[in-house]
RNA sequence: GCCGGAGUGGCGGAAUGGCAUACGCGAUCGACUCAAAAUCGAUUGUCCGAAAGGGCAUGUGGGUUCGACUCCCACCUCCGGCACCA
């Protein structure tokens, strides 16, 4: 008898689906577009392309295959597409390392991302396929940036970057690694940098709350909220008398501001050397703020840092009670937060304690829980429930929550404060000196200063260039022919920028694009949009929880203010994934513990990888390899594929009804009973959250059933058509991990394609099989177990579990006060 | 420090408050074979016991309940996110 043959059987599969095109989906107004149908997006987040697909990419695809195939199973017009996240850092320092253009490269690894994708059998709508840099996708990239431009969502200023000094080279954020270079390990600078930033801050609360409209895990939403940083209180006017100045500041504790003692500013604060000038300090402040500006950001925010600082020689004056407090410079004021400058209650916030203790300066206690059972001589007071304020004027003895609105409508009365909120979120730069990105679309002119680049003009085609390494400057400034061009307002020279974009722009609105992926006249049409739009199911790695699920969210809600789209939100439900480690530790090609997915596909088959990745563990959660695994998924193939061979050779085609009759009894009705059970629990797992690992454990139950009767099955008609029930439903439900294999097994003792079969229901009637065993206890302890027809009464039921010998010394010399009975599961006898 | 998640056999992991350890791996034994592989079948938490049987086990300690891996309280450990964020 021959075995099976994974890879013939998976050739055979793949090329129907090629040549028959079967995941291709068309557009409202094409032929065959179903609009009866509900729709469905399934979406798994794109590669970056990068040598060859790893197992990451395995376990995604898997993962979102599955759904797509369930999805459609279930009457579903399902949108299941794939590209390539193409530009970006790894390719461009291959480039610069070996001087293959980057598009080379790119071209090498997209294309046996795409052999490798086929190999798999993942059911994609090949059609919509696009690649991230590619003119054709972002000209649309480009035209979007404009858009954000005239809405005044896209600007220019000037900001710190990181600076490698060794490389001279800007980089990006993600190339600092622990205050870092990562190519040379130089320590990163800050250097002040005309940059393009696109205005996210403006969505922040947007982001915030709609994070209630959509189904993500709590962690995701969690690590956004924390990102987004939203906190509530005042601002609070503090001004310096003597040059009529007036400081801000956000503070969360208004109730506090009697105890403010002192007062201080960043150091990057722009009114320093106004404040110091003529007060005899300017020397010292400025030593201490210029090492402070050349310190790295690890550096300042190092832990246990010791608080340092320098007076400023001036006072502010405290709104609520007219006190003059001396002024500071510390670097642990940070600028890029609230106002850059800080009241200081050192008796409440322990920052200003360490510095008030540092400095030698006051520290006033004005808030108390309300036993008052502080120590006289404590300087810090640990935040505490019922708060009451102290030595607070007309505030004294009012609750701090209560406090924190009186004083802050006192200020507004007054017009020194009022509510604020800040957020932790800053505005998303998106200017990078890289060659292997988006050009953006913009053109500085003499006369006319920053100008669009006309949308017809558009793409702002990626020029050649000889060297792509930056040098201080984007590597594109070095082609000169390219860069000089002429005003399209003016007609007057003019200069091209030469920044790329950050390429989590481009992957800002792709599955935008996938909707309409093959429009040349517009970047998507609306009405298209509208009938796919917004992504039902997004499957991804956890590692994109913040940036690149932020900014597509922060895209979509951009483009339905500009009126080009309709949804708020892109992605409706996020499954993360786990990472799949091996030894517990993380996959990697320096480590040497990379797993190849190709070496497992081609030893066991597609059909085993996919469906390892996915029994492993709760696909959510992650994972350790195990080669032993493996093996025993390809066993677990191969004995399903065994049994569909020898049932379709053994058993008669027989009808469907004979199966789903009510004849069968014993084995068959067992095995009827366990087909049924597979296709709820199956069904269960999926609607649950994906619990794949469940759901194949219950198909191997089930094969593992079929293999126990088997024997005593074949000849009797109503027994072959339960085994061939039996057999051919484990062929269903597997196929969503291993579609070759299922469509195999399924057309062989059906002769129909189980893609084009309605996903199973189960019959509730065929659940139970003719007995029920159940479990009896003593007082919670399990004595014995009773096996009772199924429709046995309660009464009957706790007769017979009283009967029982084992049972019976239990309850020699007791008497039983209560009887607990849940139907089907057990009798529960409580004595005393 | 704040927020989120998780602690169950030798291992990966299962369990709407109802038979803890499904399924898989590994291990042991048996069948088939001249033999091996493959395959099929059986056993496999731990302790006491020859066995029948019993005791103990889901990070720790309490609580609720006829009954708790599951719910509540306190704590320990690990993982992840944020963090001189005012």
Redesign the pocket.
Known sequence: MS?YDPNAIERRWQEVWESERTWEVPNPGQPGFDESKPKSYVLEMLPYPSGEPHIGHLKVYSVGDAVAHYQRRNGFRVIHPMGYDAFGLPAENHAIQTGEHPRDSTAAAIASFQRQFRRWGVSIDWSRELSTHEPAYYRWTQWIFLKLFERGLAYRQEAAVKWCPKDATVLANEQVVDGRCERCGTEVEARQLEQWFFRITDYADRLLKDLESIEW???VK??Q???I?R?E?AEVVFRCEELGIDFP?????PDTLFGATFFVL?PEHPAIERLVAGTGAEAGVRDYVNKALRES?EE????D????GVPLGRTVTNPVNGEQIPMFV????????????????PAH????Y?FATAFDLPIRRVVEPPDGDVPEDAAYVEHSEDEVLVDSGSFTGVRADEAIQKITGWLEEKGLGKAAV???LRDWLISRQRYWGCPIPIVYCEKCGIVAVPEDQLPVELPEVEDYAPKGRSPLAAAEDWVATECPQCGGAARRETDTMDTFVDSSWYFLRYCDASNEAAAWDRDVLRAWMPVDQYIGG?EH??LHLMYARFFTKALADLDLLDVEEPFQALFTIGMITRDGAKMSKSKGNAVDPADYVERYGADTARSYVL????PS????W?D??V??????M??LW?LGREVAERTEASDEQLATSNGATGDAKALLAKTHWAIDKVTR?FE?GF?F??A???V??LV?EA??CKDSLYGDPVGDACLRFATATAASLISLFAPHLGAEVYEQLTGVRVWEQPWPKADPAALSADT????V?V?????D?IEVPVDTPKDEVIILARQSE?VQ??LDGTVVV?E?F?PG??V?L?VR
């Open positions: 075995s895990s709590e962690h969690t690590m909220r924390n990102w940083g906190s209180g500041v956000f503070t969360t504790r960043a950001t300042r925010s190092a832990e840092r010791e608080k340092t510390s670097d642990y004021v940070l600028m890029e937060y609230g106002t850059g400058a800080v009241m200081a209650v916030d322990q920052r200003d360490e800040s957020y932790r956890v929880a913040i029994f492993i563990g709760p959660q992650d994972a350790d195990s032993d695994g093996e025993g998924m390809h066993r677990f191969s004995r065994r797992d649950r619990q690992n469940t194949i454990s219950a191997m139950e593992n293999y126990r029920i065993i159940y479990a206890q007082n919670g302890k399990l004595r177990r084992k010394r239990h209560k607990i849940v599961k057990l529960n409580v």
